[in-house]
């Protein structure tokens, strides 16, 4: 069975870091992009980062403003896939999604993703 299963959410203070984990249960997501969504309450779920199958590409929102960074290292039977978030605000506070899909149509839509973990809370207070 295909799990995307996300880790590394929590409570921080404003300038804080986090090192979100989203583990990938088969070896067929080597060939998957992979991308961070998130959402927060009230608000529709947004697109936050996404990387390539190799590695190569990576995609970034706006309002990250170089402080995070995905990665992903592929291993022979899971793919795990990395979001590094520095200097955390408060309007960060949301659940963030790990997805995946082997061709999204838009890298920073979510319907263009087949696969959804169940998500990690992370609260950023001021």
């Known amino acids: 069975q295909v799990q995307l299963v996300e880790s590394g959410g929590g409570f921080v203070q404003a300038g804080g870091s986090l090192r979100l984990s989203c583990a990938a249960s088969?070896?067929?997501?080597?060939?998957?992009?992979m991308a961070w969504f998130r959402q927060a309450p009230g608000k529709e779920r947004e697109f936050v980062a996404a990387i390539t199958w190799s590695g190569t590409h990576k995609w970034y929102a706006n309002f990250v403003e170089g402080r995070f960074t995905i990665s992903r290292n592929d291993m022979k039977n899971t793919v795990n896939v990395f979001l590094q978030m520095n200097s955390l605000k408060p309007e960060d506070t949301a659940v963030f999604y790990c997805a995946a899909d082997l061709r999204p149509k838009s890298y920073d839509l979510p319907g263009s993703y087949a696969y959804w973990g169940q998500g990690t809370q992370v609260t950023v207070s001021s």
């Open positions: 088969s070896h067929t997501f080597s060939n998957y992009a």
